[in-house]
Every structure is written in C-alpha cells, then in structure tokens.
C-alpha cells in the first residue's frame, strides 16, 4: 500500500488576520518583547540576543499580525509576534528490543506561547498543526516530545503524558542503605565540586548525559550545540541565589556521573544553618556511581535538606532511603510523547513480549496515522507495524500510544480509564504487556 503523501500545508482559519512568518536573529527584539508578554519576563538582566539565543530558527516559527494603529503603539512599528514555537532536535531513550534502552531522535517542542491579547482565535492551533505537519514533512524523527506548562492543551494536539517527575526529600546525613556489592564499589569512586557554567564542565555535563542515557530509560539529552550555555547563570536572574554547581563522580579518573546543585543558605532564630540543596539534574551510568554521588550531596555541611528532581518512582534512590514515605515522594507529569509517525516509531522501539494486533488510531491533527494498523512482535522483542484493512482488535487515540511509549504508563490501565476500546478480547492486554518497560522512565529534566 502507498505511504501517505507527506505534507507540511497545515489548514489556517478563513478571513484570518495573521500570518505565519519564519524567524531569524534579526528578529530577536520582536521575540523577546513577545517571551516577556507571555511569560513575565522569565530571564531578567538578559539582553534580547541572550534571551532568544537558544531559539533553532530551522525548526521554530511565529505568528503575526500588522500592527496598525493602536494605542501606546508606535506609528511605524514592524509587525507584531503573537504567536511563537520552537524545537530542539533531541534525543529520547525508549525501551529496546535486548530489554535495555535504545536512543531515538525526537523533536523536543518548546518556546510554545500566544500573546495575551490575542488568545481563543485558533493561533495556538495553527502553529502545533503546521509544527507537526513540518516533522513528518522532513522526516527528522517518528517522536516528538514537549513538557506542559498547562497541562490541559497538549491532549488534544495527540500529546500523552510519558513519564513522571519524581521530587525526593531527603535530611542531610541519611543513611543510605545500599546492597554491599555496591556500596563497595562506590568507596572506589571519587567526587569534585566545580562551576556549571564553564567551557570545560559543559562539555563534561553533557559528554555524561549522553552516556548514561545509552542505560537510563526516559532520559532526553540535549543537543550538543546548546549544551555550552545550557546552564549558564545571569545575576540579575539569580539574584541571591548560588550560582550553579555541579559534582562529578569519577572512576580511576574517567567521569562516571554528575549531579546539577543549587543551594541556598539559611539559619533559624537560634543561628543553627538550615540551608537547602536542589538537585535539578543528575545522572550517572551506574548504581555505585548513582550512590557514591548521592552519598556527597548528602554530606554538605550548612544544608539540612536536599531535594532530588527528575527522579523516577522506582528508583534506587527511593529505597536506599527507606522508601516513598522516608523520601517524602512528589510526582506530577513530565515528558509527554506525540507519535509523529505511528508505524516507524513504533518499529524503532523494542518490546517485551511478542503480539499481534489490528489497532485502530484515532488521530485529528495527523490524518496520515488515522487508519488501522497490524503491529506484529516476534520473540526477539523486535516488531513491524504495517496499514491494514482488516478489522480493528482495538481502538485508541494517538495520545494513548504517547503515553505508553516509554513502557511506563501501560496500555490495560489506560483501557481501565475509558480510553481504549477493545474488539478483540485479551488483545488490550496483549498489546499492554508487549510495551511495558522493566523499569519507570526518569522524569527526564525539562527543556
């Protein structure tokens, strides 16, 4: 059968008085005027070059209209933006074929925002329907991959939540009670403090990410030309605030881990310290390195709690400390997932037991992927999806595959919620149990 034509026209409203425009540095005044209209002005003491310098403008697009003449407008001012996208091109580990992870290239959707003044008139929508059209028009990945600021939008734009954001609270000085193999092997590792901002720790962070994301599930890594100022501090945005640490951990000299820190100091009434740490970041490629790290971020003196972001529900942290209750347990969504490409992203993931299945996808925004699908899985955990005209086993949304793509939130309990309709009976649980993972994705860091 022949593949869908692929197409990057996205339909706009009729009688519509804005118009999609592409970006360049020049436009920088434009886009920062705009950031700060939709989000208070985030990055104070920036200049407009160093607020959009993130901004891949072969990916990103806006939305404007002709100024006009309006109140404390001025008379010859440019068009205005009022609407704006952007994209990283990232990379998402997913569960793979052997039981491990495998690293897939995604479109990682940022920078979303409508100018307050020009909300509900279908600008929103127009950019997510012509950013998606524009991935599967260039093939540059099967995935995309956003964090929601609201998390009521991205539903209906085929996005399903993935993985979760675990925050872990622990006191300074928790015993950390680890397997002896391994807590043996940490005392071999040893641990340094340096700036996060500088050439050579950048270049460090990131060479770090990329390897332990070939064995953390979930993990998102950026893009090699940003991670130079990924971190990056400006004072008038940190105010009192620490400028940005981090610790690697290290192995015979080789970096085998490394943990992102801010602390903030504090003392009470009696002048005793009672200082916090937030690890926004950390990573390692192994569980002694994983405890080794955690052992020093515990053992700062002047802190007295230490708080672990992008965490996962079941990870080794969680029950060295003694479990949810002694780590004081916080979960709320992280990374959602938006098949962009039903049958190549589902043939580049791994499985964990074979099936086969007729699905039905629903999909409003991407009607390439609206058809009904044949996933086959062989024991070797790989599989093949192919369009098919025979009858559905059973039918769901695309958000649905979104959300179990990662292996951690499952098919059946999607199916328990109403979401999925099954025709064929045992087929939700066996696709269900072919695309559960071993483990919880990471609450991948945001972006």
Not at 228 to 252: C, H, I, M
Not at 325 to 350: C, F, H, N, Q, Y
Request: hydrophobic share 40%; net charge negative; with cysteine.
């Amino acid at each position: 059968m022949d593949e869908p034509t692929r197409s990057t026209e996205a339909p706009a409203p009729t009688e519509w008085p804005y118009r999609s425009t592409s970006l360049t540095p020049v436009d920088a005044e434009r886009m920062a005027t705009l950031e700060h209209a939709v989000w208070f002005e985030v990055l104070p003491g920036a200049s407009a070059a160093e607020t959009v310098r993130e901004f891949d403008y072969d990916r990103g697009r806006a939305v404007e209209i002709d100024a006009g003449d309006r109140v404390g407008m001025p008379t010859a001012s440019s068009p205005q933006l009022v609407g704006i996208y952007g994209a990283f091109d990232m990379h998402l580990s997913a569960p793979a074929a052997d039981g491990g992870v495998t690293r897939l290239p995604m479109n990682g959707l940022t920078w979303v925002g409508v100018h307050p003044d020009h909300r509900r008139r279908g600008i929103l929508s127009t950019m997510m329907t012509e950013h998606l059209h524009g991935i599967y028009a260039s093939g540059e990945s099967a995935i995309a991959g956003l964090w929601a600021a609201e998390v009521g939008i991205y539903g209906r734009f085929g996005y399903g939540p993935a993985s979760l954001e675990v925050m872990l609270q622990l006191s300074s000085g928790t015993d950390l009670s680890a397997p002896e193999h391994i807590a043996t092997a940490a005392e071999g590792i040893e641990t340094h403090m340096v700036p996060a901002h500088t050439d050579e720790a950048t270049a460090a962070i990131h060479a770090l990410q990329v390897e332990a994301a070939g064995y953390t599930l979930g993990t998102a890594t950026r893009p090699e030309r940003i991670a130079r100022w990924w971190f990056e501090d400006f004072p008038k945005a940190r105010g009192s605030k620490e400028q940005r640490q981090v610790v690697f951990a290290t192995r015979g000299g080789k970096p085998v881990g490394y943990a992102l820190l801010r602390r903030t100091s504090e003392w009470d009434e009696h002048n005793n310290p009672g200082g916090e740490m937030r690890v926004g970041e950390m990573a390692a490629v192994d569980a002694p390195s994983l405890l080794a790290l955690t052992r020093r971020l515990l053992s700062f003196d002047l802190i007295s709690t230490v708080k672990f972001y992008a965490r996962s529900t079941d990870d080794p942290l969680v029950w060295w400390s003694g479990g949810p209750r002694s780590s004081a347990m916080k979960v709320t969504d992280a990374l959602w997932v938006r098949l962009i490409d039903v049958p190549r992203a589902l043939g580049e993931r791994g499985y964990a037991a074979s099936c086969d299945v007729v699905v039905e996808v629903k999909d409003d925004v991407c009607a390439w992927n609206a058809r009904r699908w044949r996933l086959i899985v062989d024991g070797s955990g790989l599989g093949r999806c192919e369009p098919t005209d025979g009858p559905a086993d059973l039918e769901l949304g695309v958000q649905v595959l979104g959300s179990a793509y990662l292996g951690g939130r499952s098919i059946a309990s999607q199916a328990a919620a109403g979401w999925v309709m099954e025709h064929r009976a045992g087929s939700v649980l066996e696709l269900s149990r072919a695309m559960r993972a071993d483990t919880e994705p990471l609450g991948t860091s945001g972006f």
